[in-house]
T-cell receptor, first 112, second 113 residues
Framework: NAGVTQTPKFQVLKTGQSMTLQCAQD?????MYWYRQDPGMGLRLIYY???????DKGEVPNGYNVSRLNKREFSLRLESAAPSQTSVYFC???????????FGSGTQLSVL | GQQVMQIPQYQHVQEGEDFTTYCNSS?????IQWYKQRPGGHPVFLIQ?????EVKKQKRLTFQFGEAKKNSSLHITATQTTDVGTYFC?????????????FGQGTTLQVKP
């Protein structure tokens, strides 16, 4: 079992470019999450999907969109990247909401 | 909105010393979770506490959930270099089972051998 797989691991964008971060889990989990991590800020929730077919905003949703493609996959899209979106992005999943999270290995994104 | 605060932000200890990190929520929590992130790695689940006043131990780690379910602590006895990393607490945000798991800012532990 791979657990939670995120791609890409690293990405450099220019301001205004768009990209999609992909996330897939093979644990039959119902809930999936996207967090960003910045120094001194901890992990901040961007969007989450409590179950297949639903998505909800987290603490810092502005500038992002998500798609719960199916039970396994949850993607995060930056339509027009800004330098403030330079961060490490983590995808996570859990069997149900508020149960323990399993994290992917992260995507380091730089926006120049 | 709900806030989860952790102190201290950083802690440097000599190997063998004890370490404690504290977590405080602005609202009552139905449960609290703790995670550890090694340098360059991803957060890994340690434990979940659910009951008021609950205390759980994992070898040298002791986790407590406050009576009012608004605070929690993680205590490490006799730290080792393998304890290095950032420790996060996390609790459900909003009312009910919304699925928003809100993390504290984390406490980064450095251990001098």
């Amino acid at each position: 079992n791979a657990g939670v797989t995120q791609t890409p691991k690293f990405q450099v964008l220019k301001t205004g470019q768009s990209m999609t971060l992909q996330c897939a889990q093979d644990m039959n989990h119902n809930s999936m999450y996207w967090y960003r991590q910045d120094p001194g800020m901890g992990l901040r929730l961007i969007y989450y999907s409590a179950s297949e077919g639903t998505t909800d905003k987290g603490e810092v949703p502005n500038g992002y969109n998500v798609s719960r493609l199916n039970k396994r996959e949850f993607s995060l899209r930056l339509e027009s990247a800004a330098p403030s979106q330079t961060s490490v992005y983590f995808c996570a999943s859990s069997y149900r909401t508020n149960e323990k999270l399993f994290f992917g290995s992260g995507t380091q994104l730089s926006v120049l | 909105g709900q806030q989860v605060m952790q102190i201290p932000q950083y802690q440097h200890v000599q190997e063998g010393e004890d370490f404690t990190t504290y977590c405080n929520s602005s609202t009552t929590l139905s449960n609290i979770q703790w995670y550890k992130q090694r340098p360059g790695g991803h957060p890994v689940f340690l434990i979940q506490l659910v009951k008021s006043g609950e205390v759980k131990k994992q070898k040298r780690l002791t986790f407590q959930f406050g009576e009012a379910k608004k605070n929690s602590s993680l205590h490490i006895t006799a730290t080792q270099t393998t304890d290095v990393g950032t420790y996060f607490c996390a609790g459900p945000g909003g009312s009910g089972n919304t699925g928003k798991l809100i993390f504290g800012q984390g406490t980064t532990l450095q251990v001098k051998p």
